[in-house]
Nanobody
């Protein structure tokens, strides 16, 4: 069992930066692939970024590539999402998720555990 708690969301102007953090409980956190997803009201939850168990592989949605960076610290059971050059269309609730399988990083259904979400608002 893994529990995930996101933090770091807030309000920022377009072009600014925010850093989201996902803190995980459980001794086997390093055994999980971790991803970030986001969701706007009335829309499907969409993939943003994911990182492999050992940080050797990262995957990004085209919409955030070059602006967002995902990283993890297994010793501290945390995963971060550094978001730079934010745009108004990045405004969403961001969710951290963990999965035990190592395939299909971008598919929401493959993730076993989810955090409660953190609101990111970008003003123009």
């Amino acid at each position: 069992q893994v529990q995930l708690v996101e933090s770091g969301g807030g309000l920022v102007q377009a072009g600014g930066s925010l850093r989201l953090s996902c803190a995980a409980s459980g001794r086997t956190f390093s055994s999980y692939v971790v991803g970030w997803f986001r969701q706007a009201p009335g829309k499907e939850r969409e993939f943003v970024a994911a990182i492999s168990r050992s940080s050797g592989n990262t995957v990004y949605a085209d919409s955030v590539k070059g602006r967002f960076t995902i990283s993890r610290d297994n010793a501290k059971n945390t995963v971060a999402l550094q978001m730079n050059s934010l745009k108004p269309e990045d405004k969403d609730v961001y969710y951290c998720a963990a999965k035990s399988t190592t395939t299909q990083y971008t598919t929401r259904r493959g993730y076993d555990y989810w955090g409660q979400g953190s609101q990111v608002t970008v003003s123009s």
